[in-house]
């Protein structure tokens, strides 16, 4: 289909190309200089009546340039826009793909510092029982009074971290 609206639309510049070489034909030469020219009775009639139709071709072949470059210019309009779409779908795949990276190192960061938290809970348990133990085992082997108060410290630093172990 493209191709027959190519091929009508070099009709009106071809028109109008053999227009005006017939306007000029018969504005320049006489029948003494070519024999068909005296089977017209009236050439300069005819070549009045050639140019108007030179100018309504001329107008048919304006409105097909303009026609045709309001299509182009539309043609370039669409593909801007559509260049323009695809690079905002790359810039928001770009902003997606970072914005996820942002949240997978931050979800490593909560996971890491909730790992050292509980390292760090472990290592005071694992602390506050040896402190328990060596008390404990102190007061066996020497139920003293310093022994005693050292014991009961312990246990009072247990029952105040009892709920937090």
Do not use: C
């Not at 227009?19 to 000029?24: D, H, T």
């Not at 905002?88 to 050292?116: F, G, K, L, S, T």
């Not at 007061?139 to 312990?154: C, G, H, K, M, Y």
């Amino acid at each position: 289909m493209s191709r027959w609206i190519n091929l009508l639309a070099l009709l009106p510049g071809t028109s109008l190309t053999l227009l005006v070489i017939s306007i000029a034909f018969l504005r320049f030469y006489d029948k003494n200089d070519f024999v068909l020219l005296g089977q017209l009775t009236d050439p300069r009639r005819w070549s009045n009546r050639l140019t108007v139709a030179a100018f309504l071709v001329a107008v048919v072949n304006l409105g097909v340039e303009w026609n045709r470059r309001n299509r182009e210019t539309d043609r370039q309009a669409r593909a801007e826009a559509e260049r323009l779409a695809e690079e905002q779908r790359r810039v928001a795949e770009e902003q997606r793909r970072v914005a996820e990276e942002q949240r997978r190192v931050e979800d490593q960061a909560r996971a890491e510092a909730q790992r050292i938290e509980e390292a760090e809970r472990q290592t005071r348990r694992t602390r506050i029982e040896v402190e328990r133990d060596l008390a404990l085992l102190n007061f066996l082997a020497d139920p003293s009074e310093q022994n005693r108060a050292v014991l009961t410290q312990i246990v009072a630093v247990l029952s105040e971290y009892r709920d937090s172990l």
